[in-house]
C-alpha cells in the first residue's frame, strides 16, 4: 500500500494512517445551517482568497442561488431552498411599556394589526420557510478522489484534510466521477483539477479558513474535529429542545460509508434536499471485490482462449 | 421553473419548493406524461459532478485495450499452433491499437504534457495506477511480439537479418518471450477497464461491478476473434470458436447486470446508451451467426469479423454514455441510497 491511499488505513485517524506519527488534531469544519442567512459571504471569501477564477455569471432563476453547486471554480456554494413548512416563531425578545415606545411598540409605522410581522410583535408561525445551507468539500476520512489519483497529486494533510498539489495534476479526471459528492471537478481552460483545501497554507499558518472567518453567523465552525462533533451534538439537543425536529446531523458519524466528514452539516431536512447523497460510500470500499472480479474475468478470457485453441485441434483431426 | 432531468421525469424540485401562484399554475398547465419521480433532490440538479472524459479517446480506449489485450492471446496461440498469418494479423492488431489506445489516453488529459506522472506512483487503490503500469509493461511486449511474428517479411530489411543471423538464440528467446508476456499482461489490460470505470461513484458503473469485467472481456475477445477472421479460413478456426465465445460471454454478462442493477440499470435501455446497446446486441448476433455459418467462406467470415469489431465498440461506447447519463440524473444517485438508509433504519 502506498502511503496515500486511504480507504485502506485503519480507525478513523486519516493522517495517522498516511505516516504523520506526530500530526496535530484533525481539523474540520461544522457548518450549522439553522444559523445560515445565505449572505454568501463564505463564496466570497473563499474566491478571493484563493483567487478562483469566475465562472459565470449566470441567473439560473430558480431561487437566490446563481452559483449552481460546488465545481473547479466554487468551493463554498450557499443553497437556498423554499419550503411551504412552518419553522417556528422567531420571538425578538422585547418588551416595551409606557407611551413613549408606543411608536417603537407598534414596530413600524404599520400598525400591529396590519402587519404579519415586524420587529416587536412576532406574528404567527408561517407555512414558508426557507433554507440555506453553504456546502463544501467534506475531506473524507475515506476519500475517494486521493484513493483513484494516480499521479499522488491528490493528497492527505496533517491536519487530516485532503489537498490537489496542482504542480502534479495531470487532469486524467478521474477524482471528478469518483467523490460521492460532486464537489471536485476539472478546471475549463486549465485541465486540472481543483477543489476546497480547507484553506491549508491559513492553517498552516494558525489562521482559520477564508470562508469560517468571513461568516457574520457563526455558521461555519472551523476546528478541532472532536470538538465541532461534540459542539454540534449539543447544538442538535439544544434545537430539539426548542421544537426544532427536523434537525439532525449530516456527514457526523465516523461509521458511515466514508468513515466520517471532515467537513460536517447541521441540516433541517433529508439532505437530498439539500443536493446531498443521503448515503454515500467511499466507491473503493468495494475495490477488493472489483479486483477479484477482474482476476476472475481475465481467467476466463485465458480459459476461452484455450478452448478456443484445444476445439480446433480437435476440428482438425 | 420546471426542471425535467435527462429520463424525462421531472423531479421533485427542493421539497414543495414552489413559492408563487404564477408557478402553480405553470406546473398544472405542463403536466409530464411520466408521474413525478418521487424523491427528493435540489431543483433536479445532479448530486455527481460527471465525468470528464471525452469521446472518442475513452469508450475508444476501453475498445482497443480489449481488443489488444484478447488480440494477445489469440497471437501466442496461433504461434504455438504454428498459424502464421494468425499471429501476425492478431499481434499487429494489438501493439496497434495499443498504441492508439495510449494516444487516446494522454489526449484526453487536461495536461497531456504531464503524462509521465502516471508513472510517478503506483496505487493499487487506484485502476488507473495499475492500469499505467500494466500498459507500460504490456505494449513493449506487444510491440516485440509483433515484430517476431513479422520476421520473415523483415528479412528483406537488412539490419533485422542481420540481428536474426547473428543472435538467433537471443533474437528467438526475446521473440517467444514477449509474445508470451503480451499473452500474460494481455488478459489484465482487456479485463482492468471494468475496474477503472466501476471505481467511480457513478451508479451505473459501479454497481455493476461484479459482471462489468465479463462484458468488457467478452466484448474484447469478440473484437480480436473478428480480427482474426479475416486470416484465411484454413488458420482463422480459433478465431472464429474465440469470437463465438466472446460474444456469448459479452451478452449473458450483460443481461446478468441488467437484470440485478434494477432501476440504475435503466440508462443502459435508453437514451444514447441504450442505442448504443441495442446496436451492439444486434451486431454481436449477427457477427456471431455469421462466423459459425460463413465458415468456409473468407468473405464472409471478413464480414462478420467486421460486425464483431463494430459489436465490441458499440459495447463500450453504450456503456460509457449510460454511465454519463445515471451520473447526469439525481434519482441514480438518491434512489438507492434513500432506500438502503431506510431498510438500515427498519432493521434497527
New interface residues.
Partial sequence: ??D?????GSGHDPAAASGYPDHPPRMGFFTDTSVCIGCKACEVACKEWNLIPEDGLDL????YDNT????ADTWRHV?F?????PIGVQDPGLQHTGDVLAMAEQGAATPPADAAMNPTTPGQAGE?RWLMSSDVCKHCTHA?CL???????LFRTEFGTVVVQED???????C???????????REG????WKCTLCYDRIGAGGEPACAKACPTESIQFGPLDQLRERARQRVEQLHGEGVADARLYGADPDDGVGGDGAFFLLL??P?????????VV??R??P???R??????????G??????T???F??R | ?S?TDAAGNRAR???????GGRRHRRKHGEQPMVPDAE?????G?????????KTPDVPGYLFLGGLA??GS??GA?AA??RRPTLQRITTTGSIGSALVSLAALVH?????A??L??L??????????VG?WLLSAYAPAAGVAAVWAHREGLVRVAAVSSVLERFPTITRIAGTGATAAAAVTG??V???T??LL?????PA??DG??E???V??GS??AAA?GLGLFAPTTES??????AV??AG?ELFAFERMRSRLGMVGEPYDTGPGGMYLKASKALAVCGAAGAVLGRRSRVISALSGAALFAASAATRWGVFHA?LTS?KD?KY??VP??E??NQRRTRQ
Fill in positions: 500500500m502506498t496515500t491511499a486511504s480507504s485502506t439560473t432563476g430558480m431561487s449552481g453547486g460546488l465545481s443553497a431552498i423554499e419550503q411551504r413548512k414558508f475517494a484513493d483513484v489519483c494516480p499521479t499522488g497529486s502534479i495534476c495531470n487532469g486524467c479526471g478521474y471528478i466521477p469518483a467523490c460521492p459528492y460532486g464537489v471536485i471537478d476539472r486549465d485541465g486540472r483539477a431536512d433529508e437530498e434536499v439539500y443536493g446531498l447523497p443521503p448515503d454515500p466507491t473503493t468495494d475495490l471485490s472489483m479486483w472480479h477482474v482476476a476472475a474475468a481475465a481467467g476466463t478470457l485465458v476461452m482462449a484455450a478452448a478456443a485453441f476445439a480446433a485441434a476440428g482438425k | 421553473m426542471h424540485t427542493g421539497r414543495n419548493a414552489v413559492t424523491f427528493g433532490s435540489y431543483y440538479l445532479p448530486v455527481l459532478n460527471a465525468p470528464v472524459w489485450g484478447a492471446l489469440l496461440g504455438l499452433t484526453d488529459l487536461g495536461r497531456p504531464r503524462f506522472n502516471m510517478r506512483v503506483f496505487k493499487p487503490s487506484s485502476p488507473m495506477s499505467s488478459p489484465a482487456a479485463a482492468y471494468a475496474a466501476s471505481d467511480t461513484a457513478v458503473w459501479h461491478y461484479r462489468l469485467p465479463f468488457f472481456i474484447g475477445a476473434g478456426v480459433p478465431a472464429r470458436v474465440f465465445l466472446g460471454c454511465g451520473a439525481p444517485t438518491v441510497q434513500r438502503r438508509l
